[in-house]
């Protein structure tokens, strides 16, 4: 990939370009496809320069709601050719600028957040295709125009780029990523679901690239891509509504085949630039593999600093009393491996007799895979969240320089220390990796899905492969709890952590219904976050293992999953007729019937895989 520094790029007025990215392909930069994306560059800039115009006919009445949509329509399947290249040159941009999700967002200047309205063309394809769009006909010629300059700046940039075949091949196997966690899944097309035909012209976009580059047609597995390719465009042109497609076949038989291919190829790769950009792995061979992502981007802790020895020493350190202020309550507490480390209460005991914390206790299996914490996100890094629980007066109610002067009493914990630090003193930060070591050990990416999603066993339950199609097309929850983690890690890089505001009730069966107080990461602390858009928003947590981690949300009144679905099926808080500010969750009715969310549940139990749970470690 072509650097750019930053002077040169202010100088074209286009300082936000970041080479995230950086591969090497032996100093050649040619590529037969460059004609090919500049087409696609020239059609999609014309194609926004008509919805530009078509927007402000709308706005003075000149042409009909349904033709602005057709225009719309076109103008997105453009994009949609060139997506995997912009969106790998500069994901920033192109998520704030282009085609990011219709959230509010905050900027911060100093502690204070200013709210940002969303732009792009995921906003104007919510406002086109709502019910009125003629109520919002200024802001659509706003954002319209909006788009089609911030396109151009980018584009006019990326011309000094020679894309590499190494930039080529890693830009597709994270477009395939993107295409199956928030392309069909409806994520990206709020309005018009119109995403598998959105997925299908992506796809003959990079297949027409890649099948004509060199380093394609050199692999011995070519005839295989092109075949994986034309199999993937044929169930989506197939396909008769979003509902009834099948994303489960779609996956294991040609997205996950083409992104284990494409990473099959000869390239070489900046791993070390890499990994201060994306937790994504390209050394991975499918979505669902268990190294997909790197769970080292998620700590302090390096991978070349962890070993056997320091995991065996967080974990006596998680289960052990000595570390709370009383010597009444150790991490496994709140935290219990048989309940895959959650305590199956509405809401964890507080070391005062009779009270409780504010929250249920989360499952820390995969909790290493976030970039906030908790569930206000008042926590930056998993280091960050014990420091939280050690101060906290309801848990360990301490400090760090009196678990430091027990530590260093006991002969046990000296010998352990000096085994893995050397004769370093035990201290805050060593402390620190130790338990980030054992928190990051609890991987799970071994259940019954996993292994038939991964070709490793050949069959699964029909319930199983029914309720997965539901979870991630009509039942809109994969729109909220991404996969692979399924949770609110947001693909295909994976560094942001979303939390929604959903309405969740003060209580479930009750006859009234009453919204919980929790104002969640409204109040978390963090100054720079004391937005309103914040009200009552949460953390998305993972589905994995759900069976084993009720109850469930974050004020843990929620008994079983099919109450947790039955709130999801009415529109959550908003649709059940309460006021709530800024609802992300839809509050149209999902309209499942009762045999889909038993489906549902079945889906989510087959993510079960607590294997971390009864070992000490995964060395």
């Known amino acids: 990939m072509q650097k750019f520094n930053r002077s040169s790029l202010f100088i074209l007025g286009i300082f936000f370009i970041s080479n995230f990215l950086s591969c090497t392909s032996g100093g050649v930069t040619y590529t037969p496809s460059l004609n090919k994306l500049e087409n696609y560059f020239r059609d999609t800039s014309r194609a926004l320069e008509q919805l530009d115009e078509t927007a402000s006919a709308f706005k003075h009445g000149q042409v009909s709601a349904d033709s602005l949509q057709a225009v719309l329509t076109n103008a997105r399947l453009s994009y949609k050719k060139v997506e995997f290249y912009l969106a790998f040159y500069n994901p920033e941009f192109t998520a704030k600028h282009l085609n990011g999700a219709p959230l509010l967002k905050i900027s911060k200047s100093g502690n204070q957040p200013t709210v940002i309205p969303p732009e792009g063309l995921q906003v104007l394809d919510e406002l086109i295709y709502a019910e009125n769009p003629s109520g919002e006909k200024v802001k659509i010629a706003t954002l319209s125009k909006k788009v089609k300059n911030e396109y151009n700046l980018l584009a006019n940039a990326l011309k000094q780029v020679k894309p590499t075949p190494e930039d080529l091949v890693l830009a597709t196997r994270l477009q395939l990523v993107r295409i199956f966690t928030l392309g069909v899944t409806g994520f990206d097309t709020p309005g018009s679901a119109n995403g598998l035909e959105e997925a299908s012209v992506s796809l003959k976009a990079m297949k027409a690239l890649m099948e004509n580059e060199p380093i394609t047609q050199k692999y011995s597995r070519s005839t295989t891509i092109i075949q994986l390719f034309n199999g993937a465009i044929a169930q989506l042109d197939g396909v008769t509504t979003f509902e009834t497609f099948d994303?489960?076949?779609?996956?294991?038989?040609?997205?996950?085949?083409?992104?284990?291919?494409?990473?099959?190829?000869?390239?070489?790769?900046?791993?070390?630039?890499?990994?201060?950009?994306?937790?994504?792995?390209?050394?991975?061979?499918?979505?669902?593999?268990?190294?997909?992502?790197?769970?080292?981007?998620?700590?302090?802790?390096?991978?070349?600093?962890?070993?056997?020895?320091?995991?065996?020493?967080?974990?006596?350190?998680?289960?052990?009393?000595?570390?709370?202020?009383?010597?009444?309550?150790?991490?496994?507490?709140?935290?219990?491996?048989?309940?895959?480390?959650?305590?199956?209460?509405?809401?964890?005991?507080?070391?005062?007799?009779?009270?409780?914390?504010?929250?249920n206790s989360p499952t820390l299996l995969n909790a290493v895979y976030a970039k906030r914490f908790f569930y206000d996100s008042r926590a930056f890094t998993l280091e960050q969240q014990v420091e939280h629980?050690?101060?906290?007066?309801?848990?360990f109610n301490t400090a760090y320089s009196e678990i430091l002067q027990k530590l260093n009493a006991s002969e046990k914990y000296r010998n352990q220390f000096e085994a893995v630090f050397g004769k370093e003193k035990i201290n805050r930060e060593n402390l620190a990796k130790a338990l980030a070591s054992f928190v990051l050990s609890l991987q799970s990416f071994n259940s019954e899905f996993d292994q038939y999603a991964r070709h490793e066993i050949s069959s699964i339950n029909s319930e199983v492969k029914d309720g997965f199609n539901i979870f991630m097309g009509k039942g809109a929850c994969a729109t909220c709890h991404f996969a692979p983690t399924f949770s609110g890690l947001v693909p295909p890089l994976y560094i942001e952590t979303e939390t929604e505001i959903l309405g969740v009730l003060k209580s479930p069966i009750s006859e009234v219904k009453e919204l919980h107080t929790d104002e969640g990461r409204w109040k978390n602390g963090v100054a720079s976050e004391s937005a309103w858009i914040y009200k009552k928003s949460f953390k998305t947590p993972t589905v994995r293992n759900i069976e084993k981690t009720a109850p469930y949300f974050h004020n843990g009144n929620y008994e079983t999953l099919a109450q947790v679905l039955d709130f999801y099926n009415q529109g959550g808080g908003a649709g059940m007729g309460l006021e709530v500010n800024n609802q992300t969750l839809p509050d149209s009715p999902l309209d499942l019937s009762p045999e889909e969310i038993n489906a549902l549940i079945v889906f989510m139990n087959s993510l079960t895989d607590t294997s971390a749970s009864a070992k000490s470690a995964l060395f």
């Open 247 to 359: 994303r489960l076949s779609f996956l294991r038989n040609f997205i996950d085949p083409l992104y284990k291919e494409f990473g099959a190829l000869p390239i070489k790769i900046d791993a070390e630039n890499l990994k201060n950009h994306t937790a994504w792995n390209p050394k991975s061979t499918s979505i669902f593999a268990a190294n997909f992502l790197d769970p080292y981007f998620y700590t302090q802790l390096k991978a070349d600093e962890d070993s056997e020895k320091l995991n065996q020493l967080g974990e006596s350190l998680f289960y052990d009393n000595l570390i709370s202020g009383d010597h009444k309550m150790s991490c496994a507490t709140c935290h219990n491996p048989d309940l895959a480390f959650t305590d199956a209460k509405a809401k964890s005991f507080s070391n005062i007799e009779g009270e409780t914390v504010l929250r």
């Open 389 to 395: 629980v050690i101060f906290n007066p309801k848990e």
